[in-house]
């Protein structure tokens, strides 16, 4: 199975406790952390959840 790259981008001040707990389990914690991450859809539900602080890298 695929990983996805993930790049978090935008600053977690200021979100909903709910975002921010996503993206800590995506392993997101600094602006700038990368984390890869199975390509499934949980990861995917993740992401759409907190698209707006994240970026996909493409390799």
């Given at each position: 199975?695929?990983?996805?790259?993930?790049?978090?981008?935008?600053?977690?001040?200021g979100?909903?406790?709910?975002?921010?707990?996503?993206?800590?389990?995506?392993?997101?914690?600094?602006?700038?952390?990368?984390?890869?991450?199975?390509?499934?859809?949980?990861?995917?539900?993740?992401?759409?959840?907190?698209?707006?602080?994240?970026?996909?890298?493409?390799?």
């Amino acid at each position: 199975m695929a990983n996805v790259k993930i790049q978090l981008k935008k600053s977690l001040i200021g979100s909903k406790k709910d975002q921010i707990a996503t993206a800590h389990t995506l392993g997101l914690y600094k602006v700038g952390d990368v984390s890869e991450q199975p390509d499934n859809p949980q990861t995917k539900g993740k992401l759409a959840k907190i698209s707006h602080l994240v970026e996909i890298i493409q390799d």
